[in-house]
C-alpha cells in the first residue's frame, strides 16, 4: 500500500476516534519494521505519523533499535512531545550488551551502546522508557545472578521504567548458526510453530525449561530494583509484574483502553480447561481490567474494529483447544 494512503487511513482513524469521544487504543509503532529506518531523513514518512498522533491524542507504543529518533530533529522533538504530553512510551530494543556480538546477530543495526544512548537521552528529561531484551539469547544477553544485577542497576541508573525480554525465535539452521557463530554450547531448542506448513521451514526457540531458568532470575532483579518486568510471546505470565506487557500503563494520560489478552484471563484465575469461559465472565474480565471488547467494539472505526473482532473471536476459540494453551501459554493450565 502507498504510504501516502497508510498515512490518509491513519489519520481517518485518529481524527474518527478522537472526534467521537471513544477512548484511543495505543498503536505499536512498529513491529516488523523499524519506524525510524536510514532513509526516513529523506521520506519523513514516521514524522507525519508522529505529528498526526500529537494532534489527535493518539497514544503510541514506540519500539525501535535506530538512532535516527534522536538524529533527525524533527523526529526528536516530536517524541519528545508525545512523551512529556504522556502519548507515548518509547522501548528500545537491544540483542546484546556487546557491540562485536551484535554484528554477528544484527549486522547493519546501530550498536548497542548507541541505542542505550537513546535510553540516557529521554531519561534525562524523566520520560517513561523500555528496554525490550530482544531477541533474548541465553550466555549472550545478562544470564547468571552478576550479570543481570549489573543490566538492572544500570537500567535503573537510565531511568528505564520497565524491562521486556522475548527469546529468539528463527529457523533451525539459522538457529545453530548463529550459536555456532557466537561460539556457545548447544543449548537445546524446540519447536515454536503450532505445525509445519509445506514450503515453510519450522520455526524453534530455546527450550520452555532453559527460558524459565533465565528468566526467574531476570524477574528476580526487576522486582527488587523497582522495574516492571514482563515476557513478550512466551507465555510465561509468572513473571509479569504490570498490568501489560508493552509498557502502556507508563502513559501518564490513563484514558486509553487496550484489548482483551490471554493475559487477563490469567490473572484472574481462570483455567479455561476446568472452568467454562461464558460470555458474562468474559465480559467481567472486561470491566474488571477495563479492556475493550463485545459490543463495545462496533463503536470504533471499522477498519480496526474488524481485525479486533476476529482477535477475540481467535483468543476465546484458543481457550478452548488445551493442546494450543499448553503450547503457547503453558501457565494457564497451571491455574
Known amino acids: ?12 482513524v485518529c481524527r474518527s476516534v478522537h472526534r467521537r469521544g471513544l477512548k484511543p487504543i495505543p498503536f505499536r509503532f512498529s513491529t516488523l519494521v523499524d ?6 531523513e529523506l521520506y519523513r514518512f514516521s514524522e507525519y505519523v508522529l505529528k498526526i498522533a500529537l494532534d489527535y491524542e493518539q497514544p503510541l507504543i514506540i519500539n525501535t533499535k535506530s538512532i535516527k529518533v534522536v538524529e533527525i530533529e524533527g523526529v526528536k522533538k516530536l517524541v ?26 544484527e549486522s547493519i543495526a546501530p550498536l548497542p551502546s548507541k541505542r542505550l544512548g537513546i535510553l ?20 549472550v544477553l545478562p544470564t547468571n545472578e552478576e550479570e543481570v544485577e549489573y543490566l538492572v542497576g544500570f537500567l535503573k541508573d537510565y531511568g528505564v521504567k520497565h524491562m521486556i525480554v522475548e527469546s529468539l525465535r528463527i529457523e533451525r539452521e539459522f538457529m545453530e ?9 548447544d543449548l537445546g531448542f524446540e519447536g515454536y510453530s503450532l505445525r509445519e506448513v509445506s514450503g515453510l521451514k519450522p520455526i524453534v526457540r530455546f527450550s520452555k525449561e532453559l527460558r524459565i531458568k533465565c528468566y526467574e532470575v531476570l524477574h528476580k532483579y ?26 502502556a500503563y507508563l502513559l501518564k494520560d490513563k484514558d486509553y483502553v487496550l484489548r482483551l489478552t490471554l493475559w487477563d484471563i490469567y490473572r484472574v484465575g481462570i483455567n479455561p480447561v476446568k472452568q467454562e469461559l461464558s460470555d458474562d465472565l468474559i465480559r467481567s474480565v472486561c470491566r474488571r481490567f477495563s479492556r475493550l471488547c463485545s459490543e463495545e ?12 473482532k476476529y482477535h477475540e473471536k481467535r483468543l476465546l476459540r484458543i481457550l478452548k483447544e488445551p493442546e494450543v494453551i499448553k503450547h503457547i501459554v503453558p501457565d494457564l493450565l497451571e491455574i
Open 35 to 40: 519506524p525510524f529506518p536510514p532513509h526516513e
Open 80 to 105: 519528545e512531545e508525545l512523551l512529556g504530553r504522556g502519548l507515548a512510551v518509547l522501548q528500545i530494543s537491544i540483542p546484546v550488551l556487546d557491540d562485536v556480538k551484535a554484528r554477528i546477530i
Open 297 to 308: 467494539l462496533s463503536e470504533y472505526p471499522k477498519i480496526i474494529s474488524k481485525p479486533m
Open 177 to 185: 548458526s548463529i550459536i555456532k557463530l557466537l561460539g556457545i554450547s
Open 222 to 247: 526487576a522486582v527488587r530494583s523497582g522495574l516492571g518486568f514482563s515476557t513478550c510471546k512466551e507465555g510465561l505470565f509468572r513473571f509479569h509484574t504490570s498490568n501489560d506487557c508493552c509498557g
Open 120 to 139: 540516557k537521552v529521554f531519561n534525562g528529561c524523566g520520560y517513561p522508557t523500555v528496554l525490550r531484551l530482544s531477541p533474548y539469547i541465553p550466555t
Open 1 to 12: 500500500m502507498p504510504r501516502k494512503e497508510v498515512l490518509r487511513i491513519f489519520e481517518s
